[in-house]
């Protein structure tokens, strides 16, 4: 993974002393709340339902297992404020985004530049996760190591990550601003539904290229991004981004929050905007005072790259004819070769494997770990996986680099510290948001859906049944739990101060499972929470009643035989009481 | 490009506006040191002086390229923030500067504020009058906190840290 250079370090170095002195005057009373905001978010601290919230960057969702445990610090010591459920308890929650980033929710603002101090420390921040500009980079959980991989993103995504962080000209857009970048053949991070969309290929000479999209988004107006350019040479990436956005800055309306993303622009616009952004990009080069000195060259794709080599020291691929055969002790029984089935994923380097560490268990909100649950995590990448881990866009950790022979050992060790749910990709390895009970813009609460749906589907061999589904929880239109992209997506909707949930059937994020990226539709009108686990049980009832074998997939019933028998169940789940207009 | 940032106290600027009771003059007089609104410029470009230099208030919303034949007779581009997360003048001043070539004075004005103050000098800025409740002080500070320079290059130092790298 990337390895912080001194300037890296000073500069986050510098940053936590800016936003110390910024934090001081406003605590002061020198910095007003409304101008403190702006400056605050764009370092990653929101104020929210009950208490100021952080996000800390996990760029393109790299970390290592001394991160992890400086992560894992921050909530043991800083995460109990007063007046909060952990005060006193010994620690509080990080909470891992669909975006690979990780969140704390209970920390005092009085501690907040004391915190960037010690993510600093770690070669970590929050700069860019929040405000109106661009965000943090994401990518393919399995970057690097995809047995699927064309080109390895992450040199691309700290390139852009760098070339993105404290830009004068766009920290102030209309609106947020994301790019997601996919090297492999299976879009895992979902680039349709970006502001930008980056697809690493290579053409017949074997150059590396980029097809751009432009525009995705959710939101209250989903919308899939457009092919903006088609290969286009990775030397000028720079430069092709810096013109989409300079279009944006200063088209993009800013009269109105909702209409103020990209993707409005680009739907209005249409070809005009193609148009506009070809022509920055031409002047950029042809006619700009060093237009040309964001041009990528060879030297600096170098440097960057040898902190992502193929074969990172300590890894030894494996030679021989048996390197991949798994082997299983008697011991260990049909729970590890359930865990093999699905948590263990396919590795470029014969003899390895990446594995998932389920963020998905009973009694415990989608995505979350304590401080000793983050601590347990750094002990296994430490152990198992030369102390790397990813942030998985679904919410999990991933290890990367596990020898094929650890396997066993790595299950029990992961079962021991409960991460070992063998549960990827099945209904309770959903997708939620922190919703209602913590954050400020929730309309409904997403925990207490994901616990009842738990609760409901808590039967192994029935979810394995039930097989590969996406199931998705917003708790408001702003779309952080990706319910447009749930096969099955719950959103919390508010009328008349009371909390109710839309359910959509049949969206995509892209993946190769779920197919071409499309947003899913809503089957009737807004459901009670409790009818919720009922709604869902019929909806996959329906499937299990019309599917043609174990091979069709609930999103490929649902496209084949549409949507009407599901909304009959679903009408039908209805409690008497819960029908509303 | 590099140059210190001026402050601008309003109390003490020469450039002044052509406005009668508040409202701008639609014809303004050929005059040293006016102000001028964009309408008015246009209004009197043709019959002014071509060695009177002259400042112009530009909105935010106005393509800066519109302008480039005339920048030689401007000395000060008076950019505004009508509200200070409003970055739209962070590009025109870009533009003005890296494709327009533009070397006289641009000027932030409106809502001014001092934490503003690193990314109008990187993006080509060479002169702010602050909203009148900021601290000098506080402003001066703000300049200073990456002393090392930032990753990306600007209208300060033009090559990102690996071109700066690659060099040294």
């Excluded at chain 1, 909530?75 to 975006?99: I, N, S, V």
């Excluded at chain 1, 009818?531 to 997939?553: C, F």
């Amino acid at each position: 993974m990337y390895r912080y250079t001194d300037f890296d370090r000073r500069f986050v170095r510098q940053r936590a002393a800016q936003f110390r002195d910024q934090l001081e005057r406003h605590l002061a009373g020198q910095l007003g709340d409304d101008e403190f905001r702006a400056l605050r978010l764009q370092n990653g601290w929101y104020v929210q339902r009950h208490a100021p919230m952080l996000r800390v960057a996990v760029p393109y969702g790299e970390l290592n297992s001394r991160q992890l445990r400086a992560l894992a610090r921050i909530a043991r010591e800083f995460d109990g404020m007063a007046g909060g459920p952990y005060e006193g308890r010994g620690g509080g929650f990080g909470h891992f985004t669909t975006r690979q980033n990780c969140q704390f929710n209970w920390i005092a603002l009085a501690d907040a530049a004391d915190v960037m101090d010690v993510l600093a420390a770690a070669d970590m921040h929050g700069i860019q996760t929040s405000g109106n500009c661009i965000r943090n980079i994401t990518s393919d959980c399995f970057a690097g190591v995809a047995a699927d991989e064309i080109v390895d993103p992450r040199p691309y995504c700290e390139i852009l990550r760098q070339w993105s962080t404290l830009h004068p000209e766009f920290a102030f857009l209309p609106r947020k601003f994301k790019i997601a970048v996919s090297g492999a053949r299976e879009d895992r991070a979902a680039i349709a539904w970006h502001d930008i969309g980056l697809q690493l290929k290579k053409n017949s000479a074997g150059e590396v290229g980029f097809d751009v999209l432009v525009g995705g988004g959710m939101g209250r107006t989903p919308v899939i991004g457009t092919l903006i350019r088609e290969f286009l040479p990775w030397q000028q990436v720079l430069v092709f981004i810096e013109a989409i956005v300079r279009v944006y800055n200063r088209y993009g309306r800013r009269d109105n929050l909702y209409k103020a993303r990209l993707k409005i622009l680009v739907k209005a616009e249409g070809q005009k905007f193609i148009d506009a952004v070809g022509a920055e990009f031409a002047a950029m080069l042809e006619r700009d005072l060093d237009g040309s000195a964001h041009l990528l060259t060879d030297g600096e794709l170098a440097r960057i790259s040898a902190s992502f080599v193929l074969v990172p020291e300590g890894v030894v691929p494996e030679t021989g004819p048996h390197v991949d055969r798994v082997v299983r002790s008697a011991a260990a029984g049909p729970a590890y070769g359930r865990w093999l089935e699905r948590n263990v994923h396919a590795h470029r380097l014969p003899g390895y494997r990446a594995v998932s560490l389920s963020l998905k268990r009973a009694g415990q909100p989608p995505g979350d770990a304590s401080a000793a649950q983050m601590e347990g995590a750094a002990d296994l990448a430490d152990r198992f996986s030369l102390g790397e881990l990813r942030v998985s866009h679904d919410q999990n950790l991933v290890l990367p680099w596990v020898r094929v022979s650890d396997l066993e050992a790595l299950w029990a060790a992961a079962r021991d510290a409960g991460f070992a749910t063998p549960n990827l990709g099945y209904l309770t390895d959903m997708i939620a948001c922190p919703g209602g009970d913590l954050c400020g813009l929730a309309n409904a609460r997403s925990i207490p859906i994901a616990a009842a749906l738990d609760e409901r589907f808590d039967d192994l061999a029935e979810l394995h049944d039930i097989g590969d589904i996406d199931l998705h929880i917003s708790g408001c239109i702003n779309s952080c739990g990706h319910h447009h992209t749930g096969h099955i997506g719950i959103l919390g909707v508010d009328k008349d101060g009371q909390e109710w949930y839309q359910i959509s059937l049949g969206g995509s994020d892209g993946s190769a499972l779920s197919g071409a990226p499309v947003p899913g539709k809503v089957i009737g009108p807004s459901f009670a929470a409790d009818e919720v686990p009922d709604v869902v049980e019929a909806l996959i009832d329906v499937y299990r009643h019309e599917r043609r074998g174990p091979g069709e997939h609930f999103i490929d019933a649902v496209r084949r035989v549409g949507l009407d028998p599901f909304k009959a169940a679903a009408s039908a789940a209805r409690h008497a009481t819960a029908v509303h207009a | 490009m590099s140059r210190a940032l001026k402050f601008i106290d309003c109390n003490d600027d020469p450039w002044q506006t052509a406005t009668v009771d508040d409202a701008p003059v639609a014809m303004p007089a050929a005059e040293p040191f006016r102000l001028l609104t964009l309408a008015q410029w246009q209004a009197v470009r043709d019959s002014w002086p071509a060695a009177l230099p002259v400042a112009l208030v530009v909105g935010n919303d106005v393509d800066v390229e519109t302008l480039a034949a005339d920048l030689p007779r401007f000395a000060v581009v008076a950019l505004q923030f009508p509200k200070w997360v409003d970055g739209r003048a962070y590009s025109q001043a870009r533009l003005l500067r890296a494709r327009f070539r533009f070397a006289g004075e641009i000027r932030a004005t409106g809502e001014v504020l001092a934490d503003m103050l690193p990314l109008l000098q990187r993006t080509g800025f060479d002169a702010v009058a602050l909203r009148p409740d900021q601290s000098l002080a506080v402003a001066r500070r703000a300049l200073g906190f990456f002393a090392e320079g930032h990753y990306q290059g600007d209208l300060v130092e033009p090559r990102p840290l690996f071109a700066r790298a690659a060099a040294a």
